[in-house]
């Protein structure tokens, strides 16, 4: 294959991410022009709008304030900062864009970008299609993180306990060739640090990642330098100027958002661009508190943040009163949780109630197997097939599994006047009685 033919494959991708997005737009509008949303109070109408840059802008904006989040809590809890780069091995790359130059003043070899022009294509490139590659580098980047993950949560006794309150954020980011690499910060007990590194290195090596492509920084005065890392991604990639986004070469007139939404399409229906520990509110809950505040009440938590140095995130939660009730359906048992009791006078209460139903744990499984048996008939992502050959075998291990069914939200402001009111039934397995972190951000996503 000519070199003029690889860049015009590569051109023709990038093409068809806009397309996708494009045609995402367009689908969304036309689904929502045909209902109309009739206000009670003032019996006005409208139609709803969809657009890729409202939704990347909401979407960064929510990525920007749990990033700042996590700061603020790891800086209450003295958690110390790890900011890391995963870099993916060569065959994942589909371009050599770099070349290693002896400089014999220093008499070591440096490594220096190639211009766009004078792009070499990798023999070792190991997928049948740069789409391929891409889906595919993000599956192994996700391998990385949870094999990562998990070995400091529960590789050891010894720092078991220790690493219960660890924090994270997460970012995807794209190279000029489209390829992704991650960029990540912890949020620790300081005494945890030397075995974070150690588990790190074990990843390394157990994925056949390369020591190289695979940074690790530990030695922050504060946790402001490692969060700046992160945040400069975060902004980099989630609120970029297209005009001036490098990246796109002679499509440096489209918008920023379009390509990300075409991108996080070609990464697949389960990807997620950032990636973050929870929340004691939840995040569905505040963006539904965030757009129903009042003016003066978004002044007043803005000056709270500034002169706190937190963020409105924060903000909004230390001032929520969250009551929570789990009602065991079969034994009548009722369990309740509340954030905030304290609060005399808080500026929203937020009342959620969940049912918990005990399952047939062979009926469960019988519905995954069959599920795994469609998607192997299909062109799956192998990292679909792996989490879900993965629940399979806790489910199998687990004695008792339970449903969890959100069923009731009401959410209201100061003179107790409703917000949101919401009665519904959605679902979600779990077989432990608490959630884990990441099937709490699914979960809020119901919210």
């Excluded at 306990?161 to 990540?184: C, P, V, W």
Aim: with cysteine; proline share 1%.
């Amino acid at each position: 294959m000519s070199q003029e033919i690889i860049f015009d494959t590569f051109y023709e991708l990038q093409e068809s991410l806009f397309t996708i997005a494009r045609e995402k737009e367009e689908r969304y509008n036309n689904y929502y022009h045909n209902m109309t949303i009739t206000n009670r109070a003032t019996q006005s109408s409208y139609n709803m709008d969809y657009s890729n840059y409202q939704y990347f802008s909401d979407f960064g904006n929510i990525a920007l304030q749990k990033v700042l989040y996590n700061k603020v809590v790891a800086k209450s809890s003295d958690l110390v900062s790890t900011f890391f780069t995963i870099t993916l091995p060569s065959k994942y790359h589909y371009f050599i864009t770099t070349q290693k130059i002896y400089n014999h003043q220093s008499k070591k070899y440096e490594t220096k970008p190639l211009e766009f022009e004078d792009w070499r294509v990798n023999h070792k490139y190991g997928f049948n299609s740069m789409e391929e590659g891409i889906q595919e580098g993000y599956q192994a980047l996700s391998l990385f993180w949870r094999t990562f993950y998990n070995k400091i949560k529960t590789g050891s006794r010894r720092y078991k306990q220790l690493a219960k309150n660890m924090r994270y954020d997460l970012i995807s980011e794209f190279h000029k060739t489209l390829q992704i690499h991650t960029h990540g910060i912890l949020y620790s007990h300081p005494d945890l640090l030397p075995y974070i590194q150690e588990c790190f290195a074990d990843t390394i090596k157990e994925l056949g990642f390369n020591k190289q492509g695979c940074d690790i920084k530990q030695n922050f005065n504060n946790n402001d330098g490692a969060t700046q890392y992160i945040l400069k991604y975060t902004t980099k990639f989630l609120n970029s100027d297209a005009n001036k986004e490098e990246h796109f070469y002679e499509m440096e007139f489209k918008s920023h958002a379009d390509f990300m939404v075409g991108w996080k399409s070609l990464l697949g229906k389960y990807s997620r661009i950032h990636k973050s520990s929870n929340t004691k509110l939840g995040i569905g809950i505040y963006k539904k508190i965030y757009h129903n505040m009042s003016k003066e009440q978004k002044d007043i938590l803005l000056a709270h943040a500034i002169e706190n140095n937190t963020c409105l995130l924060y903000e909004i939660e230390q001032q929520t009163y969250k009551h929570t009730t789990i009602t065991n359906k079969e034994t009548g048992e009722i369990k309740t949780n509340t954030l905030n009791e304290e609060l005399k006078e808080p500026m929203f209460k937020v009342v959620v109630k969940k049912d918990k139903e005990h399952i047939d744990k062979s009926e469960l499984l019988k519905n995954l197997y069959h599920q795994k048996s469609i998607y192997e008939q299909r062109d799956t992502p192998t990292q679909i097939l792996i989490e879900l050959q993965e629940r399979i075998e806790k489910i199998n291990n687990s004695n008792n599994i339970y449903t969890y069914s959100l069923t009731h939200l009401v959410i209201q402001n100061t003179n107790d006047s409703e917000i949101y009111n919401k009665e519904w039934f959605s679902s979600y397995f779990n077989e432990d009685l608490e959630y884990e972190e990441e099937d709490m951000e699914r979960i809020s996503q119901f919210l």
